[in-house]
């Protein structure tokens, strides 16, 4: 399923050195690690940390899920491994130099070097150019540094060999005609060693080290070797050399570098890549690049595919991903890659929060972010797994109250106050362990929660995000009686109103708020006359006239108004006078269909007519026709009869039988007590209806009045 800030991780421009290095390539590495976090772009597709610090996506819906867009592949930093065995060496050697003789396809110059023999056919585009031109050479030049790379001639590797690299990441840097062509020599030759010896460990192992060196910064490059169908060979050569280390490390690489595509995520699923992926990294776990690129990989396959997000779940993949953070608890890369990778497999999946639950992911991500608590980057995926993780699944939430996230979660918010998407996450977390939990409730406001969620919406006033989420936060808290009480004392009444003022034009803001406001004026008088007092009447009527095509707006607008409506003589004026009674009437014309709107709508006009001037207005306005066709619409929902009974009776009524007691609260439709129900929303007991089913009548005509109010309102 949030701007100014101090603790914001900022790109690091990188020197002259960290470039060249990046170009330059060691034939032999395998024990490659990847730059620090602070270059590392988690939660984006193809870019450096955003200074904005915006990741990932939202879905909508109750409760709060975040899913990061694909991961881009780590830069590789580039050390020789110094202890290598001699016999590895020696081994090596031998296999290349049987190889090299078997395919006759070099010879040596005279310092050393690797050239090819004058009878090797050339490429296809020397082929169609003259012989000696520019083309032809530079087609020689990129043929001989691949088979330089396929066939190493001695180990450790030379300089020379080290810069074969930047000679096929030159020739493939630009898309033009000429580079082009390039790319298909490049990926012609490696996927035909690929297909011939399939066996051979070496050049499997250099097959995939050219593919994910070449693709690992280009779009272009990746479809390239999608399409011409790389990743089955990948995937056969991880089948092919199960016990081998370089090969599936290799091959989980060449694999992360295609997952931005999403033709190629499809190819590796159905190749069951997954379950290759996950059955590496539990059977090679010391190998702490394996498992950063194994994660990162099963987060970018699960991103934005439910059938993935299952499938890794059923075969332990969260298991695996867990493990690794066990395994290696201080490496802060790899944590939070870990991280990530349950952030995408537990969104919007309940079988997987569940999984996850049992699986302890919730301690390891607890610990890691305990004991790197100075890393913004693992405290910020850190929350979002969490609030992922807790989502949907009750027993996770309450996990989560027994291993103290509620302290954890104020302690990051209290600590970043000033870094908007921090405090938006930290507020989604908060939120979703409250949803259905009244222990958590209640000890987030024990913890000062209510008035820290409410300086941070001060401080964010105008983010957008942030405001969101924090309403939405206070929504869920103030179903606990002392955490209302708490609000109203720290002038929580105040805030809302403001940011209906401020926030106005912006739906999902607008519906957050509103419903703040419903529960928050719930069985406190207090608090409704406060938000009479403060311009809040005006402000919620304004929002339900610029928001007539939201259902949710018009919906929990009327369960606002029906609540501050119960409050005393000076509310029910200003709600006469800011034309409430008019926008409600429209609300329930306009939405016929929807129960719960023509529930609230009888419940708030009915309060109204305790005035007498709010009476004679319904009267006026024929809510009588309105209230009359809303009940035979919906003679299958008890709580709408009953609330439209009540309200017809007393518009039939003398109205100065009601103006007599004006400041008396509303007889059994407020009072909750005959009707079992609560006005909070979200949390209303149903009753279950005493009458019996009828043929349903005609929709009774609207009025004139409201279709020419109608008609203004829409324009």
């Given at each position: 399923m949030m701007e100014p800030e101090l603790t914001i991780v900022h790109v690091r421009p990188r020197t002259e050195m960290e470039r060249l290095r990046d170009v330059a390539y060691d034939a032999e590495d395998s024990d490659l690690v990847s730059i620090p976090s602070d270059n590392i772009s988690l939660g984006s597709l193809a870019t450096p940390v955003p200074k904005s610090f915006t990741w990932g996506c939202e879905n909508n819906g109750a409760n709060s899920m975040l899913e990061p867009f694909c991961v881009k592949p780590p830069h590789e930093d580039i050390d020789t491994p110094r202890k290598r065995e001699n016999s590895r060496r020696e081994r090596l050697k031998r296999t290349a130099g049987r190889i090299r003789s078997a395919m006759n396809l070099h010879v040596e110059n005279e310092d050393g070097s690797a050239r090819l023999q004058q009878n090797d056919i050339l490429s296809p585009v020397s082929q169609c150019s003259v012989s000696g031109s520019e083309d032809d050479l530079s087609a020689r030049k990129v043929q001989d540094a691949v088979n330089k790379l396929l066939f190493p001639e001695e180990y450790p590797p030379s300089e020379n060999t080290k810069k074969t690299m930047s000679i096929i990441k030159k020739s493939v840097s630009m898309i033009s005609e000429g580079t082009e062509s390039h790319l298909e020599l490049i990926l012609g030759l490696v996927f035909d060693e690929m297909k011939k010896n399939p066996r051979n460990e070496l050049i499997q192992d250099r097959g995939c080290l050219i593919l994910t060196r070449i693709s690992r910064d280009s779009k272009h490059t990746q479809g390239a070797i999608v399409a011409k169908g790389g990743v089955p060979l990948i995937v056969r050569a991880m089948t092919t050399h199960t016990r081998s280390s370089n090969v599936q490390s290799r091959a989980i690489s060449a694999l992360l570098c295609l997952t931005t595509d999403r033709t190629a995520r499809t190819q590796i699923i159905d190749h069951r890549g997954t379950e290759l992926i996950s059955w590496a990294m539990r059977e090679f776990s010391s190998i702490p690049l394996l498992l950063k690129n194994g994660a990162t990989c099963l987060c970018n396959l699960s991103f934005g595919c439910g059938e993935s997000k299952r499938r890794i779940g059923r075969i332990g993949g969260i298991h695996v991903v867990v493990n690794a953070m066990n395994k290696f608890p201080q490496?802060?890369?790899?944590?939070?890659?870990?991280?990530?990778?349950?952030?995408?497999?537990?969104?919007?999946?309940?079988?997987?929060?569940?999984?996850?639950?049992?699986?302890?992911?919730?301690?390891?991500?607890?610990?890691?972010?305990?004991?790197?608590?100075?890393?913004?980057?693992?405290?910020?995926?850190?929350?979002?797994?969490?609030?992922?993780?807790?989502?949907?699944?009750?027993?996770?939430?309450?996990?989560?109250?027994?291993?103290?996230?509620?302290?954890?979660?104020?302690?990051?918010?209290?600590?970043?106050?000033?870094?908007?998407?921090?405090?938006?996450?930290?507020?989604?977390?908060?939120?979703?362990?409250?949803?259905?939990?009244?222990?958590?409730?209640?000890?987030?406001?024990?913890?000062?929660?209510?008035?820290?969620?409410?300086?941070?919406?001060?401080?964010?006033?105008?983010?957008?995000?942030?405001?969101?989420?924090?309403?939405?936060?206070?929504?869920?808290?103030?179903?606990?009686?002392?955490?209302?009480?708490?609000?109203?004392?720290?002038?929580?009444?105040?805030?809302?109103?403001?940011?209906?003022?401020?926030?106005?034009?912006?739906?999902?803001?607008?519906?957050?708020?509103?419903?703040?406001?419903?529960?928050?004026?719930?069985?406190?008088?207090?608090?409704?006359?406060?938000?009479?007092?403060?311009?809040?009447?005006?402000?919620?009527?304004?929002?339900?006239?610029?928001?007539?095509?939201?259902?949710?707006?018009?919906?929990?607008?009327?369960?606002?108004?029906?609540?501050?409506?119960?409050?005393?003589?000076?509310?029910?004026?200003?709600?006469?006078?800011?034309?409430?009674?008019?926008?409600?009437?429209?609300?329930?014309?306009?939405?016929?269909?929807?129960?719960?709107?023509?529930?609230?709508?009888?419940?708030?006009?009915?309060?109204?007519?305790?005035?007498?001037?709010?009476?004679?207005?319904?009267?006026?306005?024929?809510?009588?026709?309105?209230v009359t066709r809303s009940r035979c619409m919906h003679l299958d929902k008890s709580m709408v009869r009953i609330q439209a009974d009540a309200l017809l009776k007393r518009l039939k009524t003398n109205p100065n039988a009601c103006a007599a007691c004006p400041k008396k609260k509303v007889s059994m439709i407020d009072s909750g007590q005959k009707l079992g129900m609560r006005v909070l929303s979200g949390k209303r007991s149903r009753c279950d209806s005493k009458g019996h089913n009828t043929p349903r009548q005609e929709d009774a005509p609207p009025t004139r009045k409201l279709l020419q109010l109608l008609g203004s309102s829409s324009n």
């Open positions: 490496d802060a890369d790899l944590q939070a890659r870990c991280c990530l990778a349950l952030r995408n497999l537990a969104c919007g999946l309940r079988a997987n929060q569940w999984i996850a639950g049992r699986s302890q992911s919730m301690e390891a991500i607890l610990r890691s972010m305990e004991r790197m608590h100075a890393d913004v980057n693992i405290q910020y995926q850190g929350c979002i797994a969490l609030a992922n993780i807790c989502a949907d699944e009750w027993e996770n939430r309450m996990r989560a109250a027994e291993l103290g996230v509620v302290p954890i979660a104020l302690k990051i918010l209290r600590k970043n106050l000033q870094n908007g998407p921090m405090c938006e996450h930290a507020l989604t977390l908060l939120r979703n362990i409250s949803i259905q939990n009244d222990h958590n409730q209640v000890s987030i406001g024990e913890h000062d929660g209510i008035e820290l969620v409410l300086s941070c919406i001060k401080v964010h006033r105008f983010n957008k995000k942030v405001v969101e989420k924090g309403c939405g936060t206070l929504r869920y808290l103030l179903f606990a009686k002392a955490n209302r009480d708490r609000f109203l004392e720290s002038n929580g009444i105040d805030s809302l109103v403001r940011i209906m003022r401020d926030g106005a034009e912006h739906v999902s803001v607008s519906e957050a708020v509103i419903y703040t406001v419903g529960n928050a004026t719930c069985d406190n008088i207090d608090s409704k006359r406060a938000v009479g007092r403060n311009g809040g009447i005006t402000a919620i009527v304004q929002i339900m006239a610029n928001h007539l095509d939201s259902a949710e707006i018009q919906e929990h607008g009327c369960r606002a108004l029906r609540n501050v409506a119960d409050a005393d003589e000076l509310n029910l004026r200003l709600l006469t006078e800011c034309g409430a009674i008019d926008t409600v009437l429209v609300a329930m014309m306009g939405y016929s269909d929807n129960g719960s709107i023509q529930e609230q709508g009888c419940a708030m006009l009915y309060n109204m007519t305790a005035l007498e001037e709010g009476w004679r207005q319904a009267r006026e306005l024929e809510a009588v026709a309105v």
